[in-house]
C-alpha cells in the first residue's frame, strides 16, 4: 500500500485549536510580551470590563496573525469590525460597536518588530493610503510551523 503524507495546512485545522497553539508557541517569544497598560484596558466601547484571562494577549495575536494568513492583506480598521460585538445600551435597542484600535495596532506593531507582518505596498485602485499589513515569508513559515 501506498501511504501518501498529506500535510495538512491552516484552513483544514479547527481554528480554535489552531490558534491555542499558536497561543502557546507566540507566548514563548520576547516581542509578544503584554504591555503593562493592558490588564487596565477593555476591548472596546461595547464591553463593560477589562479582559481577565491570563493568556489573552497571545490569544489575539493568534488570532490576528491567522486573520492576516486568510484575507492576505488586513488593515486595523477591517480587524475592529471583526472583532466588534454589540453593546448593551439599557432599554434601547443593542447597537453593534467595532471593537477599540489600541490593542490590535500593537499587536501588528509587534508583529512587524518581530518580521512576521509588513506594510502592503501600494495596491491598484487604492490612492494616497496604505492598505494594511501582509505576512511575510518568515510569518508563513512559522505559522504554518505550529501546525
Known amino acids: 500500500m501506498w501511504s501518501i503524507n498529506k500535510m495538512t495546512n491552516i484552513y483544514e485545522v479547527n481554528a480554535q485549536e489552531y490558534n491555542l497553539k499558536?497561543?502557546?508557541?507566540?507566548?514563548?517569544?520576547?516581542?509578544?510580551?503584554?504591555?503593562?497598560?493592558?490588564?487596565?484596558?477593555?476591548?472596546?466601547p461595547s464591553k463593560?470590563?477589562?479582559?481577565?484571562?491570563?493568556?489573552?494577549?497571545?490569544?489575539?495575536?493568534?488570532?490576528?496573525l491567522r486573520q492576516i494568513y486568510?484575507?492576505?492583506?488586513?488593515?486595523?480598521?477591517?480587524?475592529?469590525?471583526?472583532?466588534?460585538?454589540?453593546?448593551?445600551?439599557?432599554?434601547?435597542?443593542e447597537k453593534y460597536m467595532k471593537s477599540g484600535g489600541?490593542?490590535?495596532?500593537?499587536?501588528?506593531?509587534?508583529?512587524?518588530?518581530?518580521?512576521?507582518?509588513?506594510?502592503a505596498k501600494t495596491v491598484v485602485g487604492v490612492k494616497d493610503r496604505k492598505p494594511g499589513r501582509q505576512l511575510t515569508e518568515k510569518g508563513k513559515e512559522f505559522l504554518e510551523s505550529v501546525l
Open 22 to 44: 499558536l497561543a502557546k508557541a507566540l507566548s514563548s517569544m520576547e516581542e509578544f510580551k503584554t504591555p503593562e497598560w493592558a490588564e487596565f484596558v477593555k476591548t472596546g
Open 48 to 64: 463593560k470590563r477589562p479582559y481577565d484571562d491570563a493568556d489573552f494577549w497571545q490569544k489575539r495575536a493568534a488570532s490576528i
Open 70 to 93: 486568510k484575507k492576505k492583506i488586513v488593515g486595523v480598521n477591517k480587524l475592529r469590525t471583526k472583532y466588534g460585538s454589540k453593546k448593551d445600551r439599557g432599554m434601547k435597542p
Open 102 to 119: 489600541k490593542i490590535i495596532r500593537t499587536i501588528l506593531q509587534q508583529s512587524d518588530s518581530a518580521g512576521f507582518t509588513e506594510i
